[in-house]
T-cell receptor
Framework: AQKVTQAQTEISVVEKEDVTLDCVYETRDTTYYLFWYKQPPSGELVFLIRRNSFDEQNEISGRYSWNFQKSTSSFNFTITASQVVDSAVYFC????????????FGTGTRLTVIP | EPEVTQTPSHQVTQMGQEVILRCVPI?????FYWYRQILGQKVEFLVSFYNNEISEKSEIFDDQFSVERPDGSNFTLKIRSTKLEDSAMYFC??????????FGSGTRLTVV
């Protein structure tokens, strides 16, 4: 069965610090998708990134970067030069393929950026 | 950018009452989902719907829950007799083929 572990329940950083959110997953499938979602205080789920299991290339989008390592079953998320607006709960999620299977979410990491 | 729309944004209901949560998925999407998030907890899968039938459901999705796609646009979640523990945020999501899921902004259900 699939499992997503976000061991960091809460993290606090001072503005402009870098922060890495950890995500470790388990799946028996060889093909799958990994996702990160942001949930700001307003409550909606905001899509950040999708990565399929065949693409281990790291990705950078502005201040955000993701490190996918199949060898350690990890998909970590780094925010560079954090800002107060980054304060939110961040969820890592897994979807097994083929087909549009449901997303299985981790328990989330609450990030607080202190001005 | 296309959106998934959920109504109402907040609903308060008395225990034992029936509630219907409504969602309008993205028009060309084929797969539809309901998820639940109890306050402060993780997002949990309830049910998926494809080709006008349930494709998968979790153990949370018991006989009190049902889903419908009554027309070409709406996707509803009905809770027949609400319990206090049904209080949660309910998210609707849709996808075309599973490589990207769009979530609605949620309905906060409060059972009193």
């Amino acid at each position: 069965a699939q499992k997503v572990t976000q061991a960091q329940t809460e993290i606090s950083v001072v503005e402009k610090e870098d922060v890495t959110l950890d995500c470790v997953y388990e799946t028996r499938d060889t093909t799958y998708y990994l996702f990160w979602y942001k949930q700001p205080p307003s409550g909606e789920l905001v899509f950040l990134i999708r990565r399929n299991s065949f693409d281990e290339q790291n990705e950078i989008s502005g201040r955000y970067s993701w490190n996918f390592q199949k060898s350690t079953s990890s998909f970590n998320f780094t925010i560079t030069a954090s800002q107060v607006v980054d304060s939110a709960v961040y969820f890592c999620a897994l979807s097994e393929t083929p087909g549009a299977n449901n997303l299985f979410f981790g328990t989330g990491t609450r990030l607080t950026v202190i001005p | 950018e296309p959106e998934v729309t959920q109504t109402p944004s907040h609903q308060v209901t008395q225990m034992g009452q029936e509630v219907i949560l409504r969602c309008v998925p993205i028009s060309n999407h084929l797969y539809f989902y309901w998820y639940r998030q109890i306050l402060g907890q993780k997002v949990e899968f309830l049910v998926s719907f494809y080709n006008n039938e349930i494709s998968e459901k979790s153990e949370i999705f018991d006989d009190q829950f049902s889903v419908e796609r009554p027309d070409g646009s709406n996707f509803t979640l009905k809770i027949r007799s609400t319990k206090l523990e049904d209080s949660a945020m309910y998210f609707c999501a849709s996808t075309l083929r599973g490589d990207g899921y769009t979530f609605g902004s949620g309905t906060r259900l409060t059972v009193v």
